[in-house]
C-alpha cells in the first residue's frame, strides 16, 4: 500500500509511539494525583508542553491541550465571541477555512455576529488589502489559516499579522496543516492564538494545542477542575500529550530535509502525470505551498471514482478533506478558487509525509494514468 493522503492523518511516529506507550500501562497515573505516578504523568506532560511551546516560538504557559484542531479552532470563536459579548462583533476570515473554523462562524451568525467570509485569489491566497478593507470599528477577531488542507497553500499570515499589529483586533491562524512542516514563529507571526493537531505531524490522533498568547485572559472551555490552568478540565490524555511532544521535536528536527524531499517527490509527481496526462490542472499555489501537498484537477473524470480505483490498486489518497468526503457537494475550497462544479468533482489532493519514499513515486503515477484510463473508456 502507498498511504499519500497524509493531509488526512500520519502514521505515528516510532519514536512517539514507542515514548507514549508507558505512559498506558506502567505509568498510568493521573497527572493530577500527588503520588510519584502521578507526578511522573505531570512531568512527561509539561515536558511535551515545552517541546510544543519551543516548535513554534512560544512560552509553555501559552500552550493548552485540546481534543485536536476542531476543538481548538471552535474553542477560540467562541471564547472570543465570550469576550465581547456585550457589543456588536464583527469577524474576518476566510471562504476556505475548515469546517471547524467555518461553522463556528456560522454557529455565532446565529447569535448576531456579524462575519466576513473574504474571497481568495485562483491559487487560494487571501489579500491582505481585503482584509484591511473589510476591517470595521466591530472588527474584533481575524481568523486566516495559516496552509490550506486541500490544496496546500500558504497564506501570508506574517503580513497579516502586520497589518493588525496595534489595532486591538485579535488574531488567530489554523495551523493545524502547517505546524512540523514549515518553520513556525508566533511572535514574528503576531498571532494571538494559533491551534494545532498532533496527528497530522505523526503524533497521536486526539491531541491539538492552542497557543494563546500569554496576557489575554480567555473563557474555560470544559468547567471542573483545574486541569490546564483551569481553562479545559478533565483528566489528561497523557499518552496523547507524550506523543505529541516527541512528535513534534522529531518534526522540527526532520523539517529542513523532510521539506526537500516531499518537494521533489510532488514535483516529480506532477511531471509524471502531467507526461501522461498533459492537461491536468494543479489547483492552489505551487509557490507558496506546504511541501507534501498538491492538488490535481482532471476536469472530465469524477475524483471520487479515481480514488476508489486507486484505493484498488493500493494506493490512498482523497478527493477533498476528509472530515467532509462523502457528501456530493463540490469542495467549498475549489470552489472558491472559481473552478465550476465539474472542475471540482474532479479533483484529487495527493498529500506525501514522514514515511513516504521517493520510489513510490513512480507507482502512483502509474497507478494514477492506469485508473484515469479505464475512467475515460468506461464513460
Ligand atoms: C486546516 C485544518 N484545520 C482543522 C482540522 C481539524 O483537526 P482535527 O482533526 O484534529 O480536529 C483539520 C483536519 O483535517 C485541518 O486540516
Same mark, same amino acid.
Given at each position: 500500500?502507498?498511504?499519500?493522503?497524509?493531509?488526512?492523518?500520519?502514521?505515528?511516529?516510532?519514536?512517539?509511539?514507542?515514548?507514549?506507550?508507558?505512559?498506558?500501562?506502567?505509568?498510568?497515573?493521573?497527572?493530577?494525583?500527588?503520588?510519584?505516578?502521578?507526578?511522573?504523568?505531570?512531568?512527561?506532560?509539561?515536558?511535551?508542553?515545552?517541546?510544543?511551546?519551543?516548535?513554534?516560538?512560544?512560552?509553555?504557559?501559552?500552550?493548552?491541550?485540546?481534543?485536536?484542531?476542531?476543538?481548538?479552532?471552535?474553542?477560540?470563536?467562541?471564547?472570543?465571541?465570550?469576550?465581547?459579548?456585550?457589543?456588536?462583533?464583527?469577524?474576518?476570515t476566510s471562504a476556505i477555512e475548515h469546517h471547524s473554523v467555518l461553522n463556528a462562524c456560522h454557529a455565532l451568525e446565529q447569535g448576531g455576529v456579524k462575519v466576513s467570509f473574504l474571497p481568495v485569489d485562483h491559487a487560494g491566497r487571501v489579500s491582505v488589502e481585503d482584509i484591511e478593507a473589510a476591517i470595521n470599528s466591530n472588527t474584533r477577531l481575524v481568523s486566516i489559516m495559516l496552509a490550506n488542507n486541500e490544496i496546500g497553500t500558504v497564506q501570508p499570515i506574517e503580513e497579516i499579522g502586520r497589518l493588525l499589529k496595534g489595532k486591538g483586533i485579535l488574531f488567530h491562524t489554523d495551523a493545524v496543516q502547517a505546524v512540523g512542516h514549515i518553520p513556525i514563529d508566533v511572535k514574528s507571526l503576531n498571532v494571538d492564538f494559533l491551534t494545532a493537531s498532533a496527528h497530522?505531524?505523526?503524533?497521536?490522533?486526539?491531541?491539538?494545542?492552542?497557543?494563546?498568547?500569554?496576557?489575554?485572559?480567555?473563557?474555560?472551555?470544559?468547567?471542573?477542575?483545574?486541569?490546564?490552568?483551569?481553562?479545559?478540565?478533565?483528566?489528561?490524555?497523557?499518552?496523547?500529550? #507524550?506523543?505529541?511532544?516527541?512528535?513534534?521535536? @522529531?518534526?522540527?528536527?526532520?523539517? +529542513?530535509? *523532510?521539506?526537500?524531499?516531499? =518537494?521533489?517527490?510532488?514535483?516529480?509527481?506532477?511531471?509524471?502525470?502531467?507526461?501522461?496526462?498533459?492537461?491536468?490542472?494543479?489547483?492552489?499555489?505551487?509557490?507558496?505551498?506546504?511541501?507534501?501537498?498538491?492538488?490535481?484537477?482532471?476536469?472530465?473524470?469524477?475524483?471520487?471514482?479515481?480514488?476508489?480505483?486507486?484505493?484498488?490498486?493500493?494506493?490512498?489518497?482523497?478527493?477533498?478533506?476528509?472530515?467532509?468526503?462523502?457528501?456530493?457537494?463540490?469542495?467549498? #475550497?475549489?470552489?472558491?478558487?472559481?473552478?465550476? @462544479?465539474?472542475?471540482?468533482?474532479? +479533483?484529487? *489532493?495527493?498529500?506525501?509525509? =514522514?514515511?513516504?519514499?521517493?520510489?513510490?513515486?513512480?507507482?502512483?503515477?502509474?497507478?494514477?494514468?492506469?485508473?484515469?484510463?479505464?475512467?475515460?473508456?468506461?464513460?
Amino acid at each position: 500500500m502507498i498511504y499519500a493522503d497524509n493531509a488526512a492523518t500520519t502514521r505515528i511516529s516510532d519514536r512517539a509511539f514507542e515514548m507514549m506507550m508507558p505512559f498506558l500501562r506502567e505509568q498510568y497515573g493521573n497527572a493530577s494525583s500527588q503520588y510519584s505516578l502521578g507526578a511522573k504523568a505531570k512531568r512527561a506532560m509539561e515536558q511535551s508542553r515545552k517541546q510544543l511551546a519551543a516548535a513554534i516560538g512560544a512560552d509553555p504557559l501559552e500552550i493548552t491541550f485540546t481534543s485536536g484542531g476542531s476543538e481548538a479552532n471552535s474553542w477560540v470563536l467562541r471564547g472570543v465571541a465570550d469576550i465581547y459579548r456585550n457589543e456588536p462583533m464583527h469577524i474576518i476570515t476566510s471562504a476556505i477555512e475548515h469546517h471547524s473554523v467555518l461553522n463556528a462562524c456560522h454557529a455565532l451568525e446565529q447569535g448576531g455576529v456579524k462575519v466576513s467570509f473574504l474571497p481568495v485569489d485562483h491559487a487560494g491566497r487571501v489579500s491582505v488589502e481585503d482584509i484591511e478593507a473589510a476591517i470595521n470599528s466591530n472588527t474584533r477577531l481575524v481568523s486566516i489559516m495559516l496552509a490550506n488542507n486541500e490544496i496546500g497553500t500558504v497564506q501570508p499570515i506574517e503580513e497579516i499579522g502586520r497589518l493588525l499589529k496595534g489595532k486591538g483586533i485579535l488574531f488567530h491562524t489554523d495551523a493545524v496543516q502547517a505546524v512540523g512542516h514549515i518553520p513556525i514563529d508566533v511572535k514574528s507571526l503576531n498571532v494571538d492564538f494559533l491551534t494545532a493537531s498532533a496527528h497530522k505531524f505523526n503524533g497521536a490522533k486526539g491531541t491539538g494545542i492552542l497557543y494563546k498568547q500569554l496576557e489575554l485572559e480567555f473563557s474555560p472551555l470544559v468547567f471542573g477542575g483545574q486541569q490546564e490552568h483551569g481553562l479545559r478540565a478533565g483528566t489528561e490524555n497523557v499518552a496523547g500529550i #507524550v506523543a505529541a511532544g516527541y512528535a513534534i521535536e @522529531e518534526s522540527v528536527g526532520e523539517m +529542513a530535509e *523532510r521539506a526537500k524531499r516531499l =518537494k521533489s517527490m510532488v514535483e516529480k509527481t506532477v511531471k509524471g502525470i502531467k507526461e501522461k496526462i498533459p492537461f491536468v490542472r494543479i489547483n492552489g499555489d505551487y509557490e507558496n505551498r506546504l511541501p507534501g501537498t498538491v492538488n490535481l484537477g482532471f476536469d472530465n473524470i469524477s475524483g471520487e471514482s479515481l480514488m476508489h480505483l486507486l484505493d484498488l490498486k493500493g494506493v490512498c489518497v482523497s478527493t477533498s478533506s476528509a472530515c467532509n468526503s462523502g457528501k456530493d457537494e463540490p469542495s467549498h #475550497v475549489l470552489i472558491a478558487l472559481g473552478l465550476s @462544479e465539474q472542475q471540482a468533482k474532479s +479533483a484529487i *489532493r495527493i498529500s506525501y509525509g =514522514k514515511y513516504n519514499c521517493t520510489d513510490e513515486v513512480e507507482n502512483v503515477v502509474t497507478a494514477v494514468y492506469d485508473a484515469y484510463t479505464k475512467l475515460i473508456a468506461n464513460r
